[in-house]
């Protein structure tokens, strides 16, 4: 079969059924990976006409713009927004997508667990605004503290829908690490041993542990919480007249809060690390010490969730060594730093739209990573507790540190998505906006907190003198309103109209521009391997590629975890309507049952029961068709010497053979770059 009649074979087999329903039950990585990032954005810009909303509430003195009740809505439902559903999704949806082009394989592992996951997400997006239209959205902080957001004070539904649309999204983002912990580790090109992943894939998997740990602890309190709302429940976890404990809450949230930030940071670590020896030109400096570093962070970073506690009654000696922990997990974050420096310092730098928010990441994320260090010192920390100094270096590190490396990965990864190059022109007046703009707003927030102003507050008198900086925020705000329209606009206006990219305009060095822009459905014709690091500079250009999948079927490669030597073929399954349904009921356990009354939980559960059942078989019959193929696998010859292939490689999958020609009749117009 010639590589062209194999192209069409391999897009029918990968194509999803026509029409609407074959849009519902996709299973594309690709795909879904798109729908998180949309999704997210649009939670981003929600999110954001609510801060705007606060900032001009804010702007001057005894302005009646919101009321108390509904600032109290807006501020929680920002902060639910913007950590919840925007930033971890969003990283996540640039992992599904990237991660199997990025290791070379066609899909994820559990394609049919990725469509479920995104509509979990989706439905829990859904109840956060629409709770909010109907004027019972939450409003006791998007930390949601008890008593304050107990059965006591909590009144009405506002609570137990913050609390289940928690339970909802924590689903949603467990699905997605097991998909990217199972895609990396078996899925790998081969020779893609573990030592020359790409850093953006190390931050992902890293990522991915991290949630698999941290995502339990808030289910748990969020589901601990709405059995203390339940009247037909009322247990008493947070209730210390009945044995309960208030500070219990404040334990398993920050358990998992403190390591969200590094669930939000690190993947930006990985946009940084991705894009910095692009720019550079030169390889990544430092990469053992950059693996070493991720991983340090994330296990210190669930080391220091006390440092969040200092207010309350804990013994000092504890909080002394959650003090020294936070001032320790400095450290691998400045290796990092360093190591980007290093690569930037001995390369040959050309200072793009991507170049540009990278260099922002850098200077904003090191004030905030020093405001960091002044609040880790438990005596400084409860000065300022509760002023407007924390939520500034909130801010400084979550947008300086994940939504300035977001919008480099979105200039970047923008001609692989769709093909086309963003306006540079605008792009650079988006970074330069958004870099004053930010500053603008949270700079004087510092000058806020240390002059007395506290969080939560929806007005204040004018003989405070906090007027001043409040203007200057409120003025900073518009002007990031302001630079996220002209990056809509860059991006509506490119999505039709932008230059053509080519395949790789950037000439980058990893797997995801070894194919088209935008990749084929089936992403490779022939699935590489890899000789190195950085792959396209390392490998020739007549490097092996993976012949022998079968072109009818949705098959993939599965090689060993550590050093990637070819195992066997792996069938993927397709589209089915029963993930979406199980999404759907998931969300009836948890709304109906957890807002309204329990009963509603067995009946959602017994629905729940038959839809997997329904799932798995369709999974079953699918394969069935290629059973007897999968059992001349089973019997396979065992893998020989280390650093070699299994003698069943070639007559299981076919002759290695060279990379073949390019299958468009002509290649597409290629933008110069370097």
Request: include cysteine.
């Amino acid at each position: 079969m010639t590589a062209r009649a194999e192209h069409a074979e391999l897009e029918r087999t990968w194509s999803r059924p026509p029409g609407f329903y074959g849009w519902l039950t996709s299973t594309s990585h690709k795909d879904i990976g798109l729908r998180f990032i949309v999704t997210a954005f649009i939670n981003f810009a929600l999110a954001g006409l609510l801060a705007l909303a606060i900032w001009t509430q804010l702007a001057v003195p005894r302005l009646g713009l919101l009321g108390p009740d509904l600032y109290n809505q807006f501020f929680t439902t920002h902060g639910t927004a913007m950590m919840f559903l925007f930033a971890v999704p969003v990283m996540e949806g640039f992992g599904l997508y990237l991660v199997p082009l990025m290791v070379g394989t066609r899909n994820v592992s559990f394609p049919r667990l990725l469509n479920y996951s995104y509509y979990v997400f989706l439905l829990a997006s859904g109840l956060l605004w629409v709770g909010l239209l109907l004027n019972i959205g939450p409003d006791a902080g998007w930390f949601a503290y008890v008593p304050l957001s107990g059965p006591g004070y909590g009144v009405g539904k506002r609570v137990d829908l913050w609390s289940q649309m928690v339970t909802l999204i924590e689903i949603s983002s467990l699905a997605g690490a097991v998909e990217i912990i199972a895609t990396v580790f078996k899925q790998k090109a081969p020779g893609m041993a573990l030592n020359r992943l790409p850093l953006f894939v190390w931050a992902q998997v890293i990522t991915s542990f991290m949630i698999l740990f941290a995502m339990p602890a808030v289910m748990l309190c969020s589901s601990m919480l709405s059995m203390d709302r339940l009247t037909n429940v009322s247990t008493h976890f947070y209730n210390p007249a009945e044995g309960g404990d208030t500070l219990l809450w404040q334990h398993l949230f920050w358990f998992f809060a403190h390591p969200e930030v590094y669930i939000i940071f690190i993947p930006a670590t990985g946009f940084v690390s991705a894009i910095v020896p692009v720019f550079s030109r030169r390889k990544i400096f430092g990469y053992t010490a950059m693996v070493l570093s991720l991983i340090a962070t994330a296990f210190i970073g669930f080391g220091v969730w006390v440092h969040h506690m200092f207010a309350t009654p804990l013994p000092e000696l504890g909080q002394g060594m959650f003090t020294a922990a936070s001032m320790m997990i400095v450290i691998p974050n400045g290796v990092q730093i360093f190591c980007w420096i290093a690569t930037m310092w001995g390369g040959r730098l050309h200072f793009q739209t991507p170049m540009l928010f990278i260099l922002a990441f850098v200077a904003t994320f090191v004030i905030g990573g020093l405001t960091g260090l002044i609040l880790a010192s438990n005596s400084i920390d409860l000065q300022v507790h509760d002023t407007y100094f924390v939520v500034a270096h909130l801010h400084y590190v979550l947008i300086g540190g994940a939504v300035f490396p977001l919008f480099a990965a979105l200039y970047y990864w923008f001609p692989k998505f769709t093909g086309r190059m963003l306006d540079e022109t605008l792009g650079q007046w988006n970074a330069a906006l958004l870099f004053i703009g930010f500053h603008m707003t949270f700079w004087p927030m510092h000058h806020l907190g240390l002059h007395g102003m506290s969080r939560r507050m929806y007005t204040y008198n004018p003989e405070t003198g906090w007027s001043f900086w409040n203007h200057v925020a409120s003025s900073g705000a518009a002007v990031i309103g302001i630079a996220v329209l002209l990056f809509v606009y860059n991006v509506l206006r490119s999505r039709r109209r932008g230059v053509v990219a080519g395949d790789n305009p950037w000439g980058a060095d990893s797997l995801e521009w070894a194919t088209a822009s935008p990749p084929p459905k089936y992403n490779f014709l022939y699935p590489p391997s890899v000789q190195g690091r950085h792959a396209l500079w390392e490998t020739a250009p007549d490097a092996p590629v993976v012949t022998g999948l079968s072109t009818t079927n949705r098959q993939t490669l599965i090689t060993t975890t550590l050093d990637a030597a070819p195992d066997h073929r792996y069938e993927l399954a397709g589209e089915t309507i029963w993930p979406v349904l199980l999404a759907v009921a998931t969300a009836f356990v948890l709304i109906a049952g957890g807002i309204f009354h329990p009963v509603n939980v067995p009946i959602g559960l017994a629905v729940a029961f038959v839809l997997l059942t329904g799932w798995f078989w369709s999974a079953r019959r699918a394969k069935k068709s290629v059973s007897a193929y999968l059992v001349s696998l089973a019997t396979r010859e065992s893998k020989g010497p280390r650093g070699r292939w299994p003698k069943s490689f070639v007559s299981t999958f076919g002759a290695w053979e060279g990379t073949l020609p390019r299958i468009d009749d002509a290649p597409p117009e290629a933008v110069p770059r370097w």
